[in-house]
């Protein structure tokens, strides 16, 4: 081989190692660059693990609580809930009572059943409709809302008349023990 071509040869090569150099510069540049997707996968993977060791820890807590709440339940439905035997009775008479404290006279009281399944209680819808003034309607309501009984109100109507008497139409919900 003649001492020309040699040349021509060494220097090829060493173009070449050049070129294959600024290709791993542009290649290092751009992993340099781009945001790193391991460190991301990571970061993501460990919010993942932080969230479910918290969704753990809140259903081992639910769990732990579960029989205060059993027990919570029992003693509401113990103590607030009136029996059917005897329940209409004892609504009716507790809200005769409500009325006459109130200053209210109730024109009209109906009642509907209904079995809540699989909880062991019935649910009666009170339709009441009074009549009387408005501070009486006033402390009638307040006396529901303290009432040692459980009434929920679900709506409630107010119509005046000419002599400045409020008709007061309610409905409400309460729960009998089966």
Request: charged fraction near 25%.
């Amino acid at each position: 081989m003649s001492p020309k071509h040699r040349k021509t040869i060494i220097r090829a090569v060493i173009a070449l190692i050049l070129v294959l150099d600024v290709l791993l510069i542009v290649a290092n540049w751009r992993l340099t660059s781009s945001p790193d997707s391991s460190s991301d996968q990571v970061r993501l993977l460990r919010r993942k693990r932080d969230l479910m060791a918290a969704d753990i820890l809140r259903t081992q807590q639910i769990r732990a609580s579960l029989p205060s709440v059993q027990t919570d339940t029992q003693n509401f439905f113990q103590k607030d809930l009136r029996s059917s035997d005897g329940g209409y009775s004892s609504v009716s008479e507790d809200l005769d009572t409500l009325a006459k404290d109130a200053g209210l006279r109730i024109t009209s009281t109906r009642f509907r059943a209904h079995a809540v399944e699989k909880r062991g209680v019935d649910e009666i819808t009170v339709s009441i409709s009074l009549e009387g003034p408005y501070p009486s309607v006033v402390s009638f309501i307040n006396g529901l809302e303290r009432s040692n009984s459980f009434y929920l109100l679900d709506s409630l109507q107010l119509d005046s008349s000419a002599e400045g008497v409020l008709k007061l139409n309610l409905e409400l919900r309460t729960y009998f023990r089966s």
